[in-house]
């Protein structure tokens, strides 16, 4: 054991050092990077130049005319907001409700409680176009049609499954003998899963916190499908609105993408940490 | 232990909580103006309308309104085709939207989604004074008036009047000089025709139309759109039969640009001449605008009256409008002639009034030429989905850019078009 322990940093830090790490993962990066950099290009060229020379040449000019464009009448900036609403409310919604569901699933004997937790993943299994008509027309007869609550309850609704899928797992997997001490102290089911339940939770909600984040803020097909009125689009929305009927200013469009990327951009920058390891939640069981 | 990286990172959500702040004092004000324009005298205005030019105008002609407030949501142009008909069956429908004239229309208005404006049409109204084409164009199959047309716009091809002058060429009369024009350019390098017909496939279907009138005429055009023809007719075959001799003119990459892209090699002179709608001034850079002119299509049989392509666009109102004297009151505004001259002055695109009333003198000359040529066209037609349906453009798209493919294979096209558009007329 401790050998092995010894060698694999060791065996690690030499592969790091390989020239050969950098020939192969140089050129990945730049292929990766190229859409980005495409785009950045693109927004900052004038319409002119573009009509005159197509899309993909490189800039003959540089202008800041499409963040202009893109940020002119504050449509983008207003979907922003509205993402930003939607996103937040979600996120700390369907986390508050997936933890309560996931405890309870997890740590006490609720009749059905296999069933329950299959049918909530099985929902997350349904492709959401099938359900696009009757989400619309169940918010419509609940009055709550056009309305970011509405956007909020759907994302909420659809979100849940998954989350609580999740944190169940984790939960099942905290030793026993903790929740067997908290109730020798006299701690009842609603203080252990605040006071150690979520505590302990705190890696995997982090990671879900920036999952679900990302997701609901890059969602449009929610948006289009329970809004109407274009000062309540989320950014995704605004974004597809920058696209003209017959014609398209390009460079708009493109600094409208990128505007619109920075608090995503943000968000990974900040829960990174996260990000990886929510890519390995639940799969070390 | 996992104190320091924690302080880094509780530093960044505490300044992301921060800016949530506001963010939340702003939903509270989103929610209450929701509030307020669920009255009943307010007005929604539901918009396809994404241009730029266009979409400024229609705002500031909309604001101009002096009458119940109105929402004016603009909705991408796609998204707006695919949740038109979830708008119109809605409990509460927008009251007025926007959209095309024609078989789109009407096949709402066999529904009953669609309120009727015949009032509008009456002596007195609006559109009273408005062509007996818009007229016909404007009522649904039981007779009711039920579309409020606001403006159109002509296609022909376009060319720039300063690269013909270059390569000493002018503007075609007939077929023959049209082909032969091609082959004068074709034979100096030039491509003779720009289309894109890659992301926009059903700028194929322009050149099919256009054909289709000069071979055949209006009225089989219509018929055959209609599914009252076959695909595999030989007035169809004969058509296609002069597209191929078109094929080997266009521009090599036209499969891979969309409508847009396709200008690009006419702006820096390697291809000639564009089939398209007026749309297309706004695809050239600001300077290149005032050289633009353009040609109808040549005759090809001068026993076949001649026949424009104009589609129509404009407004029509919900039949569940929770204030129907509003949005009529609202249509009547958006058909007025000083409403219609104000939003093509301030749309800088090219279209055309459908108000005889509008003072067309300040229009620019290319508007003006689009004027004339309609006026004195002898039959008008929209374009392949307006005199259709969606539906059938698809398989227009399918059959045509199979045909650009493979130019040589006319009876495979049709047998496989006629086949999928069978399945069309019959569901």
Redesign the interface.
Known sequence: MVTATSTSPARRNHASRSPWFHVVMVPFTILWLAPILFVVLVALRN??DI?????GALPASLSLDGFA?ALADGRVGRAL??S??VT?FTVVASLALASAAAYALSRFHVPLRRTILLVMLAGNLLPPQILL?PV?RIT??LGI????TALVIVQVGFGLGFYTFVLHGFMRSLPGEIFEAALLDGSGPARTFWSIVLPLCRPALAALTALATTWIFNDLIWA?TVL?????FPVT?AL??????????WN?IAAGSLVAAVPTA?VFF?FQ?QFVSGLLVGSNK | MSTPPFSRRSFLLGAASLTTVPLLASCVGTGADGGAGGGTTALTLQSWIQDAGPKAALESVVAAFDGPPVTLNSVATEQFRAQLSTYLTSATPPDVLGWYAGSVANSYADEGLLLDVSDLWAPGGACANFSDALRALSTGADGKAIFVPQNYYWWSIFYKKSAFQQWGVQPPKTWDEFIALCDTLKARGIHPLTNGIGSTAWMSAGWFDYLNLRINGAGYHRELLAGKHSFEDPQVTAVLEQYARLVPYFHPNQTSWDAQQAVTPMVNNEAAMYLVGAFCTEYFPADQRDDLDFFSVPTIDPSVPSAEEAPTDGFFAAAGSQNPEGAKQLLSYLASAPAQQSFIEKSGSSNLPTSPDVDTSTFSPLVQKGITLLNETAEITQFFNRDSSDALQTTADAALTQFIANPSDIRGTQRQWQQAAQQVFSS
Request: glycine residues 10%; negative net charge.
């Open positions: 319409f002119d009509a005159a020379r197509g899309l464009g907001v509205n930003a609403i937040v008509i619309s419509q007869d049609y056009d309305t970011l289009m109407r009125t274009e000062a309540q929305a597809l609105n920058l696209q003209g009927g017959f014609s398209n200013s708009v943000i900040v940490k």
